[in-house]
């Protein structure tokens, strides 16, 4: 493999890598908003 | 641990400069899912009852994800003949672009994914059918039907009308013969559509070896078959009508846009040589994809408009 094909399959597996990231990052906040839209105004309902 | 099929010790993969997340977006068949997202949105709208927005986005989401996941199980699967036809040859794996590992492990991760998301945050009933889905156009589909048969697409068209039905369960938690009607109409639209296509990439099926219904039957017989389907599509898809799922604008739009696809068919089955043979089936073959996209927008702008009324607080009656 040239140095410039090894350049473009390090490129490509950052690119790989930020999108599982942003990809894993997505459904964190995904299940978190859910789980506020399930509950409803419940959420607000407890002991202080 | 190996990222998405590449070796551990940091090595780049022998014939492949790596694949790109636009190749992974590929295996997904982009198309194919704004069609499911459309139809499945289409069904959780017209269904009774009324989801969280942010749950039947999430829904939507999820539906559009098991879609994709069906794309790249049958990409890996069928690897081997897209490499055969010019249609499919540019796809990610034939190209070189995506080994056969990585795209099943994207689509098994995408199937657990969306399935149990969907189940976890909307409910088991839409999640069951999602994976009834994924399961069908997997193993029913693509690995039983599409090699051996000329009725693959016919029985296997039924993977491609589960999503209304989804859309349909997310929203109201069942089955009900509105969303079955949802279905049937997919489920008739598919052959003429498909077969419209096969018309003319026989040579392409042939040399693949899938026993399409014009390499097996021929032509003739095709023509024969898809006249008799789009006169079923054209009836099937007045129920809605009769249902009161659609109003008097689709009633309408099922007319004229049924009496249009009628007309294509029987062009295709009238002119048979040549170029003008081609262009009737190419022509029937576009069309059909409009012809499915009216019907369910009309039947979601109505619904949505009848939505907005009563939110508003005005009586149609």
Redesign the interface.
């Given at each position: 493999m040239s140095d410039e094909e090894q350049r473009e399959w390090e490129r490509r597996r950052k690119t790989r890598s930020i999108a599982i990231a942003l990809a894993l990052a997505a459904l964190v906040i995904l299940f978190y908003v859910a789980t506020i839209a399930r509950l409803g105004g419940n959420v607000l309902n407890r002991p202080l | 641990m190996a990222?998405?099929g590449?070796p551990l010790n940091n090595s780049?993969p022998a014939n492949l400069?790596?694949?790109?997340?636009a190749d992974?977006i590929l295996l997904m068949k982009p198309r194919v899912m704004s069609l499911v997202v459309f139809t499945a949105l289409t069904g959780l709208i017209l269904a009774p009852g009324q989801l969280?927005p942010?749950?039947a986005s999430?829904a939507i989401?999820c539906i559009a994800v098991g879609a994709g996941a069906c794309g790249a199980l049958n990409m890996w699967y069928d690897a081997d003949i897209d490499a055969r036809m010019q249609r499919t040859a540019g796809r990610p794996i034939p190209r070189g672009a995506v080994s056969p590992e990585e795209a099943l492990t994207f689509g098994v991760i995408l199937s657990i994914g969306s399935v149990t998301?969907l189940g976890l945050?909307v409910n088991w009933v839409a999640a069951g059918l999602l994976a009834l889905t994924i399961a069908f156009y997997l193993f029913v589909y693509t690995m039983w039907l599409k090699r051996r048969t000329p009725h693959n697409i016919v029985i296997g068209g039924a993977a491609g009308a589960f999503p209304p039905m989804i859309g349909w369960a997310a929203a109201t938690g069942g089955i009900s013969l509105e969303s079955i009607v949802l279905f049937l109409i997919i489920f008739m639209w598919t052959p003429p559509h498909f077969w419209a296509l096969a018309l003319y990439r026989a040579r392409d099926y042939e040399r693949a070896g899938v026993p399409m219904l014009p390499v097996v039957a021929g032509a003739d017989e095709t023509r024969k078959q898809i006249v008799i389907y789009s006169a079923l599509l054209v009836m099937v898809a007045f129920l809605p009508a009769f249902l009161h799922l659609g109003g008097a604008a689709y009633a309408l739009t099922a007319i004229v846009a049924g009496g249009v696809f009628l007309a294509r068919a029987l062009t295709v089955h009238r002119v048979r040589d040549g170029r003008a043979a081609e262009r009737a089936a190419r022509r029937l073959f576009a069309y059909s994809i409009v012809y499915l996209f009216v019907l369910f927008a009309v039947l979601l702008l109505e619904a949505a408009f009848a939505r907005y009324l009563s939110l508003s607080g005005v009586s149609l009656a």
């Open positions: - | 990222e998405l590449i780049p400069v790596g694949a790109s997340v992974f969280n942010v749950l999430i989401l998301t945050i």
